[in-house]
C-alpha cells in the first residue's frame, strides 16, 4: 500500500490517493504470483482513522487489531453462576502501551494455562502489571511456540513484567480458581435464647461438637465443599462468637434455584455470624463472580433460601437471613422470634421435612435414641435427636425434644407436616 508518490524515504502526506498491490511478479521472474494465476478481480476492505494531533502509534496500533481480529460473541453456558450485568474483565494489563495481542488457552489443554502475548508497542521500555479477576498462582515466561523458560512469580496474585522498546513477550499463566466471599447470618430456633438474643452454646461447652464438619457423614452432595475442618481452639472462644455448630451454606443458580454451583460449610457463632472453619474468615466458595440465590441448611432444622439473587465478589457480600427484610422463597421459610428469622427446628431426619406422626416421622427417632423402652430416659451427645441443641436427648418433661416437632407442625394436627422451602 501507497500514499499518493511516497517513497521508502519520503511520505506523500498532501496525497487523498492510497495505492494498493494485489500481488504479482514483482521482480520480472523473480518471487511473485505470475499474472495472478488468471485472477483479475480483487476485493479488499479497509478501516482509516483520522488523527488529532500528532500521530499516536500505540493508538493506531490497538486500532487496526481491534479490527483485523474482531470479538467473536456467542452464549456461554456451564454452573458458574451469571457475571455481572454490565462489565466483568478475567484479566487486566495496567500501562496502556503494552497491547494484549493475543490470549488463548495452552496447546495443552486449560489445564496447563492461559497463553498471552504482550506487545509493548511503543519506543521506550515498559512496565506492565498482569492480574486477574481470580488473582494469578502462577507464571512462566515462555516462547512464541510456547515452550517455557523461566518462571515469573507473581506477587499478591499480580505480575509485574518488563519489556523493552517494541518487544513482544509470552507468558503462560494460571490463575487461582476463581473465589467469592460471603458474611452470612442466620439463626437456628433450637438454641435460641430471646432473653440474651443469642444462640446457647451448649454443644460448645460440653465439648461435644465434632472438629470436622457432619454433613458428608450424613450423605450430603457437596460441591466444591466438604471435609472442612477446625480446631480445638476455635472451639475454645466464648461469649457472642463462640461455635453453636456446623452449617452448611449453598450457593444457587439466580435463574435456576434448583441447581447449587457451590457449597461450603461453616461455623455458625451465637450471635449468627457464619464464619470460616478457622473461626474468623468469611466463607470462601470456589465459584466465578456473579449473581447467587443464598440457601443454608442445618442437621435438624429446615432450610432457608434467598427471594433474590446476590451479586458476590472476592469482597465479602454481608446477607442477614436473621432480619425479616431479607425475604426468602416459599411460604413462612423462617420462624418469628420476637423480631428475630430462625430456621424452623425439628427436622431429625434431614429430609426436608418436620413431621410428628406417620411414616419417617421425626419424632420416634427421639424414642429411639434414648432406648426406646423408657420415655423418661435421656442420652447426651452431638446427636441430630437433640432438637433444642442443649446435648442431651430428651423424650418426655421439661425441655424435652419431642415438642418443638408438635409446636412446629401447628401443634392441633399431629398428621401434619412442615416442609423445607426449598426448590
Known amino acids: 500500500m501507497k500514499l499518493g508518490n511516497s517513497t521508502y524515504g519520503t511520505f506523500d502526506s498532501g496525497s487523498s490517493q492510497l495505492r494498493f498491490t494485489a500481488g504479482g511478479n514483482f521482480q520480472g521472474s523473480g518471487p511473485g504470483i505470475p499474472d495472478q494465476h488468471g485472477d483479475t478481480l480483487f476485493h479488499y476492505g479497509f478501516s482509516l482513522r483520522p488523527h488529532e494531533g500528532a500521530y499516536d502509534q500505540v493508538a493506531a496500533m490497538r486500532f487496526a487489531l481491534e479490527h483485523q481480529n474482531p470479538f467473536v460473541v456467542g452464549p456461554c453456558t456451564g454452573t458458574g453462576g451469571s457475571y455481572p450485568a454490565t462489565t466483568f474483565g478475567a484479566f487486566t494489563f495496567s500501562d496502556p ?57 507473581p506477587v499478591n496474585g499480580t505480575l509485574t513484567a518488563a519489556f523493552a522498546p517494541q518487544e513482544l513477550r ?27 438474643q443469642l444462640m446457647r452454646d451448649d454443644l460448645r461447652a460440653a465439648g461435644l461438637l465434632p472438629l470436622t464438619e457432619p454433613y458428608t457423614a450424613l450423605s450430603y452432595a457437596h460441591v466444591g465443599g466438604g471435609g472442612e475442618t477446625t480446631t480445638p481452639t476455635v472451639l475454645q472462644t466464648s461469649g ?15 435463574t435456576t434455584p434448583a441447581t447449587v454451583i457451590a457449597t461450603r460449610c461453616g461455623l455458625l457463632q451465637r450471635d449468627g455470624d457464619v464464619v470460616a472453619a478457622d473461626g474468623v474468615s468469611a466463607l470462601s466458595f470456589t465459584a466465578a463472580t456473579g449473581n447467587y440465590r443464598i440457601a443454608v441448611r442445618h442437621r435438624n432444622h429446615l432450610g432457608a433460601m434467598t427471594t433474590s439473587a446476590f451479586t458476590l465478589s472476592g469482597a465479602p457480600l454481608a446477607v442477614d437471613l436473621t432480619a425479616p427484610a431479607t425475604a426468602t422463597f416459599g411460604t413462612d421459610a423462617r420462624k418469628n422470634l420476637g423480631g428475630t428469622m430462625a430456621l424452623w427446628a425439628g427436622d431429625v431426619t434431614f429430609n426436608g421435612q418436620v413431621k410428628y406422626a406417620g411414616a419417617a416421622n421425626d419424632r420416634d427417632p427421639i424414642l429411639a435414641a434414648i432406648g426406646g423402652a423408657v420415655p423418661t430416659a435421656t442420652i447426651p451427645g452431638y446427636l ?24 412446629n407442625i401447628g401443634g392441633s394436627v399431629p398428621t401434619a407436616v412442615r416442609v423445607a422451602q426449598l426448590p
Do not use: C
Open 170 to 196: 509470552t507468558f503462560r499463566l494460571t490463575p487461582n480458581s476463581p473465589a467469592v466471599q460471603l458474611a452470612l447470618r442466620v439463626v437456628l430456633e433450637g438454641p435460641w435464647s430471646s432473653g440474651g
Open 240 to 254: 457472642a462468637n463462640a461455635v453453636v455448630d456446623w452449617v452448611v451454606v449453598e450457593l444457587r443458580d439466580a
Open 97 to 153: 502501551d503494552v497491547l494484549l495481542w493475543a490470549l488463548k488457552p495452552a496447546e495443552e489443554g486449560i489445564a496447563s494455562g492461559i497463553i498471552a502475548r504482550l506487545w509493548n508497542v511503543s519506543n521506550a521500555a515498559q512496565s506492565t502489571d498482569i492480574a486477574s479477576t481470580w488473582g494469578l498462582g502462577a507464571a512462566q515466561t515462555a516462547t512464541h511456540i510456547e515452550t517455557n523458560t523461566g518462571t515469573a512469580p
Open 384 to 407: 441430630r435427636e437433640d432438637v433444642n441443641m442443649d446435648g442431651v436427648v430428651k423424650y418426655a418433661g421439661g425441655t424435652n425434644d419431642r415438642d418443638p416437632i408438635l409446636v
